[in-house]
């Protein structure tokens, strides 16, 4: 028996507008590669940990660590958070390139850095923290719908679980 679906069924979008299903990417020599499956939310992050730490303001992806597949041999970095909780950051061992991130404080996800995503457009971030370390320079083009001073842990997973 063929299996039927609906149009509407394809491209299904979550509570904030992001794609559901499958969602690839990668580093830039391509020695790795993972597929991430149904994104929560995008985030941007402004503290100068993240800046030291990539270069510029961080932009991620959050997705249940359940819907994310590695393959490939990638190197850690563990450090203390805004939140005082340990951070493991995870990158290409050949060619050095940032490709995501799980956070003690909030366990079971991901954070996949957005430029790592071979579809990174497709995920404008809606919140951001560590407003107060904001680059002054750097505007919000109408897509950012929460902004946090510090961390604002207990009310990012807030916003997060009443979006999911």
Not at 71 to 100: A, P
Not at 139 to 156: H, L, N, Q, Y
Request: glycine share 10%.
């Amino acid at each position: 028996m063929q299996e039927k679906f609906l149009i509407s069924d394809i491209g299904t979008k979550n509570a904030w507008g992001y794609i559901m299903g499958e969602h690839k990417g990668g580093c830039h020599c391509g020695k790795v590669k993972f597929t991430a499956k149904d994104p929560i939310i995008s985030v941007a992050c402004n503290c100068k940990r993240c800046r030291k730490l990539s270069g510029s303001l961080t932009l991620g992806v959050i997705f249940s660590e359940e819907n994310f597949f590695v393959d490939g041999e990638f190197s850690s970095y563990e450090y203390r958070g805004g939140s005082g909780n340990k951070v493991k950051s995870n990158f290409c061992s050949v060619c050095g390139s940032k490709l995501f991130s799980k956070a003690e404080m909030f366990e079971g996800l991901v954070n996949v850095k957005l430029g790592a995503l071979d579809d990174s457009l497709d995920f404008p971030p809606q919140i951001e923290v560590f407003t107060n370390y904001k680059l002054n320079w750097l505007k919000d083009d109408g897509c950012i719908k929460e902004s946090f001073e510090e961390a604002a842990v207990a009310e990012r997973l807030t916003s997060i679980l009443n979006n999911l």
